[in-house]
C-alpha cells in the first residue's frame, strides 16, 4: 500500500470519528461563537451537523399566558434560523430541532440518540455569571456526556481559532484516561495539517504537600520529571506508530503555582500560541474524586482558547 494511500485512509477514519457533530445554542453570543466553530469543524471533517435548542420546561411553567408561551416557542426559532444562515455562509445544511426540558438532559440524550461524535458548545449561556465562570449548562453537560466534548470560550470564537489549528496540544500524565485523549488529538492534527506538542507538567505543590515549608530535594523533583517523560515519550510513540507524518513537540515543565498542573499548561498554551487543547477528563490523581478533574475544570474556566475534553469508556 503507497504512502498517499495510506494517508488518505487514515484520514477517512479521522472522519468517521466526528461523522456527526451536535451544537446546543442558545442565543447567547458564546453559543453563536461556538456554533460558528463546529461548522468550521463539521467543514474539516465532513460531518454531518445537528443544531438543537431546548426550551426550559422551568421557563414554560413561569409564563403567565399562552402568548408568552409561544413567544418563547418563536425565540427558539429564530435562534435556529440564525444558525441556519450561519451553516449557509460555509455552505453546509443542517439539521435542526426544538426541544423541552433539562438542558443538560436533552442535550445528552440527543448526543446518544443520533449518535453524535462530539458536542461543541459555548462555555457561557445566557445566564452566565462571569467571563471566566463554566456556564451551568455546559458543566452539566461534561458531566453527563459519554461522547467528547469541545468547548469553545468567549474570545476563541471571535479569532476562528478551531479554523486555524496549526498547534494542537495534548497535555498527558501517563494516565488512561490521558491517553484515550491522544486519539482524538491524533485525528485531529491529522486532519488540519497541526504540530502536535505533548506536555506534562510537574507539580511541586502537589508533590510537597501545601505545608512543605522546606521544598523538595532536587534528586525527588528529578525523578518526578522523569516520570513525566516517560509518560510523554509513550503518548510520542504512540504518534509516531499511529501518524507518522505528524509533527511533534514534546515537553516536561514544572509549575509551583497553586493552580498546580493547570497553570503550567496555560503557561504553555501562552509561550506557544495554542491553538486548541485537547484533554482527558481527569487524571492520575483525581480519577475517583471529582465527576469533572479539578485540571480540566480549571482550565475551561480559566483557558481563552477551545477545549476539547474526552472522556474515559468504561
Known amino acids: 500500500m503507497s504512502p498517499n494511500y495510506q494517508g488518505t485512509s487514515d484520514r477517512r477514519l479521522d472522519r468517521r ?49 399562552s402568548d408568552q408561551e409561544t413567544r418563547l416557542r418563536e425565540r427558539g426559532t429564530e435562534i435556529l434560523a440564525d444558525v441556519e444562515a450561519i451553516a449557509a455562509e460555509h455552505g453546509r445544511s443542517i439539521a435542526t430541532e426544538m426541544l423541552e426540558g433539562d438542558p443538560a438532559d436533552r442535550i445528552s440524550d440527543y448526543a446518544r440518540e443520533r449518535d453524535a461524535g462530539l458536542i ?66 491524533i485525528a485531529i492534527a491529522r486532519q488540519y495539517g497541526s504540530t502536535l506538542h505533548v506536555l506534562n507538567v510537574v507539580d511541586l505543590q502537589e508533590a510537597g504537600g501545601v505545608f512543605d515549608a522546606g521544598g523538595l530535594e532536587e534528586e525527588f523533583v528529578e525523578r518526578l520529571e522523569a516520570t513525566g517523560a516517560a509518560a510523554v515519550e509513550a503518548a510520542v510513540d504512540e504518534i509516531s506508530e499511529t501518524a507518522p507524518d505528524i509533527d511533534v513537540e514534546s515537553a516536561v515543565v514544572r509549575t509551583s503555582s497553586f493552580d498546580g498542573a493547570a497553570a503550567g499548561i496555560r503557561k504553555y498554551v501562552r509561550e506557544h500560541d495554542v491553538d486548541l487543547v485537547v484533554m482527558g477528563s481527569h487524571g492520575r490523581s483525581n480519577l475517583e474524586r471529582q465527576l469533572l478533574g479539578s485540571v480540566a475544570s480549571t482550565l475551561l474556566r480559566t483557558l481563552d482558547v477551545p477545549v476539547l475534553i474526552v472522556r474515559r469508556e468504561g
Not at 45 to 51: E, G, H, K, L
Not at 136 to 153: I, K, M
Request: overall charge negative; proline content about 3%; hydrophobic content about 40%.
Open 120 to 185: 461543541v458548545i459555548g462555555r457561557q449561556g445566557l445566564t452566565n455569571l462571569g467571563r471566566h465562570l463554566l456556564g451551568g449548562v455546559t458543566e452539566a453537560v461534561l458531566h453527563r456526556s459519554e461522547v467528547p466534548v469541545l468547548v469553545v470560550t468567549d474570545d476563541s470564537g471571535t479569532t476562528g481559532r478551531t479554523g486555524d489549528c496549526s498547534r494542537v496540544l495534548l497535555p498527558t500524565d501517563g494516565s488512561d484516561n490521558a491517553a484515550t485523549a491522544t486519539e482524538h488529538g
Open 17 to 65: 470519528m466526528y461523522d456527526r457533530i451536535l451544537i446546543p445554542v442558545d442565543g447567547s453570543e458564546e453559543a453563536t461563537r461556538a456554533a460558528r466553530e463546529g461548522l468550521a469543524f463539521a467543514t474539516e471533517f465532513d460531518a454531518a451537523v445537528d443544531v438543537i435548542h431546548v426550551v426550559e420546561r422551568k421557563a414554560l411553567r413561569l409564563t403567565r399566558s
